[in-house]
């Protein structure tokens, strides 16, 4: 098992010598155990707040960085005992796959017996036992990425770093070793640090998810909570897809350029209401279709179909379908939004 | 590609090749046996024993100079490359001059700092010690021929610098890594290509070089000069092509080990 610790992060702002500003002063905790994902656009600070937490930055005066009880802020990276894993792999290339996992416990001094006992246990949690004696050029990202995971986890680091991990793979191997990372770090419980710019990627992995903008902190919250209640229409946009109806409030309606949405909880004041895709539908037969507008797109997905229609708005309003219909486009149709997944922000 | 096109292309580089080198060559060659001793000249080289002693000299200098200039354009190469400051750039185009300047010139200056009034006997004496003069030692002619090496050398070890993945770095320091095991197992392999590539050159270069060796060498028998008193004063052609050749041989194979050890990536083998 790992020793897993709590880290703190308290009033940690980092600003470059250039004078770059890559962070506002931020506060969080990560609970012992906990996998955090950093989540936002490129440039937003996720990475600066990762090398903070590694110690291969120093914050700005007045930051501090626990770890557990210990305040490690004016460690460097050599004295925090962290695992780092980088979206480049990282893995050097004059060691074979079994001295790459075994570096970190050569340079702990442990004895050769002991060192070949470790990495093949690494070699068999990762899965790549027939490649240990290969070199790290004879290796595909997917490989490289898995040497990288059991170089880092290999010395029992107090914490799991990883910085875009899958971002270099292709679609289908990010899946599989999403997948696996998942099961990797529920199995250790180690506490982890996930920094990605993918949403989905995000709420798969993350048991919190930290929504970063411009150096600050957008939203901290399980993936559900973040996508149900966003805090704000920048990471509403940012997590999951938005439909948007403009117009104004009368009493429990809200008037729009394609109909009208009934809700009782209406703030008076509304200029504009959100809703989730799968909160809204076609309109049933004989329903009170209160939304209006044309087929702009349709895509099929084999069991559904994801379709585009204008009702009069800057963007048009996004659904899943069941594929059993076919829509033409320009084809006019009802729409009906569920009350339960309004909201306005 | 086609067959034409090939041979076409080649010809330019075949041309050079035979003009310049693979003729001249074989004609030393020949010349080399002409002499009273016949082909026997070519064993001169190991059987007299000043012949030898002079190979012995030329590849120890040709070593010790690879090594140091090693060394200095390492450190300061990788320090260059990895800081900005004013004047980095005025510093960088001082460093590569010595590229410009004939060896004698190089001779010059050690001279002037380490002659019978060198800089370096002025600043011991001031200090009231003895004045050490080395400038006509090995020392002094290695300390030339680092000083004409150093410019080839550092910009190939600036170019690999900057090509160093600094993650692979920052991984090493993760498990603890002092600095000087990241110099020894990131550092130092990202630079092996550059190192054994640039060293051959500066070996062969310092096997070769005449100019610094006629201006320092009034008590060192190094074999440039060796060849040249052999052509001008005793007019032994035959010796002198014998040991020319050789020489060239000695370089070439420098060159040779340094390509297979490095994997082909030694600029030139001749
Ligand atoms: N060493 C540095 N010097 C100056 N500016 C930097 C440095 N590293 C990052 N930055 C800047 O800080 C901001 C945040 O960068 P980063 O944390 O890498 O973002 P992210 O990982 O979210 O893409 C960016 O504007 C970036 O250009
Ligand atoms: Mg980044």
Redesign the pocket.
């Known amino acids: 098992m790992m020793q897993a610790v709590p880290i703190y992060l308290e009033n940690c702002a980092k600003t470059?010598?250039?004078g770059?500003r890559?962070l506002e002063p931020v506060d969080l905790a990560i609970a012992a155990g906990e996998t955090l994902v950093l989540l936002?656009p490129?440039?937003?600070?996720?990475?600066?707040?990762l090398r903070l937490i590694a110690g291969l930055e120093q914050p700005d005066a007045g930051g501090r960085v626990l770890f557990g009880g210990e305040d490690v802020t004016a460690l460097p990276i050599e004295k925090r005992n962290v695992g780092m894993v980088f979206q480049s792999y990282a893995l050097f290339p004059n060691m074979t796959v079994a001295e790459n996992i075994a570096y970190g416990l050569r340079l702990r001094r442990q004895s050769a017996a002991e060192q070949r006992a470790r990495v093949g246990e690494m070699l068999a949690l990762m899965r790549i036992e027939r490649l240990a004696d290969r070199s790290i050029d004879q290796l595909s990202g997917g490989q490289r990425q898995r040497v990288a995971l059991a170089r880092a986890l290999a010395v029992r680091p107090r914490a799991l770093l990883l910085d875009e991990p899958l971002t270099a793979l292709d679609a289908k191997l990010r899946d599989t070793l999403r997948f696996e990372i998942d099961s990797l770090l529920r199995e250790l419980g180690i506490t982890a640090i996930y920094?990605t710019h993918d949403q989905a990627e995000a709420m798969a992995l993350g048991d919190r998810i930290v929504v970063?903008d411009h150096?600050r902190i957008a939203q901290v919250g399980a993936p559900r909570d973040i996508y149900q209640r966003p805090a704000s229409r920048y990471v509403a946009e940012f997590i999951g897809t938005m439909n948007r109806l403009s117009g104004h409030a009368e009493g429990e309606v809200f008037r729009c350029p394609g109909g009208y949405v009934v809700w009782p909880e209406l703030p008076a004041t509304a200029r504009e209401i959100l809703f989730r895709p799968e909160d809204t539908r076609i309109a049933a037969e004989g329903e009170a279709a209160s939304l209006r507008g044309t087929v702009s797109a349709a895509f099929f997905c084999g069991d559904h179909v994801r379709l585009f229609v204008d009702v009069g708005e800057e963007r048009p309003l996004v659904l899943e379908t069941p594929a059993r219909r076919e829509y033409r486009h320009g084809e006019t149709v009802a729409l009906a939004v569920e009350r339960h997944g309004l909201m306005v922000l | 590609m086609p067959r034409r096109q090939f041979l076409l292309l080649l010809l330019p580089a075949a041309l050079f090749f035979s003009a310049f080198f693979l003729l001249p060559m074989a004609r030393l060659f020949f010349i080399g046996a002409s002499g009273e001793s016949g082909w026997l000249a070519y064993l001169a080289i190991v059987t007299d024993a000043n012949y030898f002693r002079a190979l012995w000299t030329t590849l120890a200098v040709a070593a010790v100079t690879t090594v140091l200039t090693l060394a200095i354009s390492s450190i300061a190469g990788v320090f260059l490359e990895r800081h900005r400051f004013p004047g980095r750039a005025a510093l960088v185009a001082a460093m590569t001059l010595p590229l410009a300047f004939p060896g004698v010139v190089v001779g010059f200056m050690v001279i002037m700092l380490a002659g019978r009034q060198g800089i370096i006997g002025e600043v011991f004496t001031m200090f009231g010690g003895e004045r050490p003069i080395f400038a006509y030692s090995l020392a002094g002619l290695c300390m030339g021929y680092v000083y004409f090496s150093i410019p080839r050398t550092i910009l190939t070890i600036m170019a690999a610098a900057e090509k160093l993945d600094p993650r692979l770095e920052e991984a090493a320091r993760s498990f603890g890594a002092t600095p000087w095991q990241v110099v020894r197992d990131v550092i130092l392999p990202g630079l092996r290509p550059a190192l054994i590539s640039a060293g051959a050159i500066c070996f062969a270069t310092a096997v070769g070089a005449f100019g610094t060796a006629f201006t320092l060498a009034t008590r060192i028998e190094v074999l440039p000069m060796v060849i040249y008193t052999e052509f001008t004063m005793s007019a032994n052609i035959a010796m002198a092509a014998a040991l020319s050749f050789s020489l060239g041989a000695v370089a070439w194979l420098a060159l040779a080990v340094a390509r297979s050890a490095s994997g082909s990536t030694v600029a030139a083998a001749g």
Not at chain 1, 44 to 49: D, M
Request: glycine content about 24%; aromatic content about 6%.
């Open positions: 470059f010598t250039d770059t890559a936002g490129s440039g937003c600070g996720k990475t600066t707040t920094v970063m150096g």
